[in-house]
């Protein structure tokens, strides 16, 4: 029979397991590469039966696509291609973005030029006039700098369009389908570029294009970091509804957390980029950590049948059970998506099961000790 390590006297030491292995991944979290979907860039899938040299495939693709940085990786069903953003479409989006803000500037003058020039009809008034003269000022300056970062976004892109694009400088709208049209089509003229150049390499009848901008990018990264605070914060406040009590509270996000945390410095240690498809795991593992802390909890603080150290000892092998069934789920995931290559599955059964062997120490070596010694606490006080 196993004994309970719950009957030790010094069982809350164990708390050191998860916060060494908290410190230590906090140090890790920094090295995370983010992928395409995150920091901007492309990703190729290219469904092929041909075999390949990776690290030849990813010196070739360099030496033919200038500031590719290219990260090849390999899958019995096929190859994922992984390259930057290329900078001069990049600066081109900057730019068409800055067009888009001359026009909405231009577009609100405008609309202001016109409410005074009728005001003034019926009522002349020097205040109104003086108002009307900033915002033709102001609709003359949107002009201007519309046709200034057309001309430059126009010029960057000139290596990916096959036909001279010309406008009037004095019709926002010209100017805005130009900016538009110029974008898309360099954009359809490096993919033609990219996906040609793979073939040339590696044959191939199959693909899937995604490009992701910088700009997109950081956005999607902000919202994903919003979302898990968000998620934290709300976890908190309906852990704290159940027990009243700040200790088991601050426990079982105690135990979330840690297991985000070290889930994410393992991703840092084996080199794993963290992308839209990887922050989907974190979430389902804020999910599934908070289930098994809450299940230790509440047994411990609410139940009555024997001590609370047999009922801490009872609910381990419980949870044990629950977390390695989910496991060999996730491992089963991950296997099949490695071989079938489906790069979505595969991120998110790698960073799940980091969580979830994580989640063996956090839970049952912290947040069960700490909710363990509160309630004794709690029980010596009468």
Do not use: C
């Amino acid at each position: 029979m196993v004994a309970n390590i719950y009957e030790h006297k010094n069982y809350r030491y164990l708390v050191a397991v998860p916060i060494a292995l908290l410190l230590i991944s906090l140090y890790f979290v920094q090295h995370i590469p983010l992928d395409s979907s995150l920091r901007g860039g492309i990703n190729v899938g290219i469904q092929t039966n041909q075999s390949v040299n990776v690290q030849s495939l990813t010196s070739a693709i360099d030496a033919k696509i200038p500031g590719a940085e290219a990260s090849v990786s390999q899958a019995p069903a096929g190859i994922s291609v992984t390259l930057a953003a290329n900078a001069s479409l990049a600066t081109a989006q900057d730019l068409l973005l800055n067009v888009y803000q001359s026009y909405s500037n231009y577009s609100t003058a405008t609309v202001k030029i016109a409410n005074y020039q009728n005001y003034l009809q019926s009522s002349p008034n020097s205040t109104v006039q003086a108002a009307l003269t900033a915002q033709e000022a102001n609709a003359s300056a949107s002009l201007s700098q519309m046709n200034s970062n057309l001309t430059q976004m126009l010029v960057t892109l000139k290596p990916f369009l096959n036909k001279t694009y010309s406008y009037n400088s004095s019709d926002a709208q010209s100017m805005l389908a130009v900016g538009k049209n110029a974008y898309s089509n360099a954009s359809a003229g490096y993919k033609n570029y990219v996906i040609t150049t793979l073939q040339g390499m590696v044959p191939f009848t199959s693909y899937s294009y995604q490009s992701v901008t910088p700009t997109l990018g950081a956005f999607f990264l902000q919202q994903m970091q919003t979302i898990i605070i968000v998620s934290f914060i709300i976890v908190a406040i309906a852990v704290f509804f159940i027990f009243r009590s700040p200790i088991p509270s601050l426990a079982v996000v105690f135990g979330a957390g840690n297991d985000i945390i070290v889930a994410l410095g393992m991703m840092g240690i084996f080199g794993i980029p963290l992308g839209v498809a990887s922050i989907g795991g974190l979430l389902m593992l804020i999910g599934y950590s908070i289930d098994t802390d809450m299940l230790a909890a509440i047994r411990i603080m609410k139940r009555s049948e024997g001590s609370a150290s047999e009922r801490a000892f009872s609910t381990m092998k419980t949870g044990m059970t629950m977390t390695f069934a989910a496991i060999i789920s996730f491992s089963i995931l991950l296997i099949i998506s490695y071989i079938t290559f489906i790069p979505t599955y595969f991120e998110i059964s790698t960073v799940v099961l980091f969580g979830l062997i994580t989640d063996l120490f956090t839970t049952w070596f912290g947040n069960t000790p700490m909710v363990l010694w509160y309630k004794h606490r709690k029980e010596l006080r009468g």
